[in-house]
């Protein structure tokens, strides 16, 4: 139900996803639990889809609690901005990293929903955001982040540390350049 604002009331070009990923009620199979509690995750882009799913969230789960006689108490925590790079910057990054990592190595991802700290910074100043491949094959390091077994290949880091300092070089270089 949750999920119904995505396919029944948003902009079908517009995207966004509602993930429940926490479920608990009661402790005994044969009691009948006091409570229900879900906690999950709205991510979008936009922030005011952000915003309507705050409200239609929050219908959804007073509609359902009043089914049941039961009462809802909705707490929408509106943590992270989405994460959203200036083109000038990614630019600017797309340049370092093929320096370093060379052309057939550098690609274009599509834009993920995961929640980032840094979009507190791009809501400040131009910046980007960028991912560095830290997985190994050969190592058994395949695992995708937030899984038990996720493991980095440290023999990179050496090479995103150069990546990032030729990055802030170029950058430092073009901004004396402007005076």
Excluded at 20 to 28: C, F, T
Excluded at 61 to 68: I, R, T
Excluded at 152 to 172: K, P, R, T, W
């Amino acid at each position: 139900m949750a999920q119904s604002f995505v396919s029944r009331e948003l902009d079908p070009l517009k995207t966004a996803v509602v993930s429940v990923g926490e479920m608990k009620a009661g402790n005994a199979f044969n009691v009948i639990p006091d409570y229900v509690s879900l906690i999950g995750t709205a991510r979008a882009f936009e922030p005011e889809v952000r915003e309507a799913m705050a409200g239609s969230l929050e219908r959804v789960a007073e509609h359902c609690c009043a089914a049941l006689r039961c009462k809802a108490e909705f707490i929408y925590e509106r943590n992270l901005p989405p994460t959203v790079n200036d083109p000038e910057m990614t630019r600017f990054g797309v340049k370092a990293a093929t320096l370093v990592f060379g052309e057939k190595n550098v690609m274009e991802t599509q834009p993920t929903m995961g929640g980032e700290d840094f979009s507190y910074y791009l809501d400040k100043v131009p910046g980007a955001f960028f991912f560095l491949g830290i997985g190994n094959k050969e190592k058994g390091f395949t695992y995708p982040h937030h899984h038990p077994r996720f493991m980095v290949d440290e023999d990179v880091l050496s090479a995103g540390s150069a990546f990032e300092a030729i990055l802030a070089f170029n950058y430092l270089n073009s901004c004396s350049k402007k005076l």
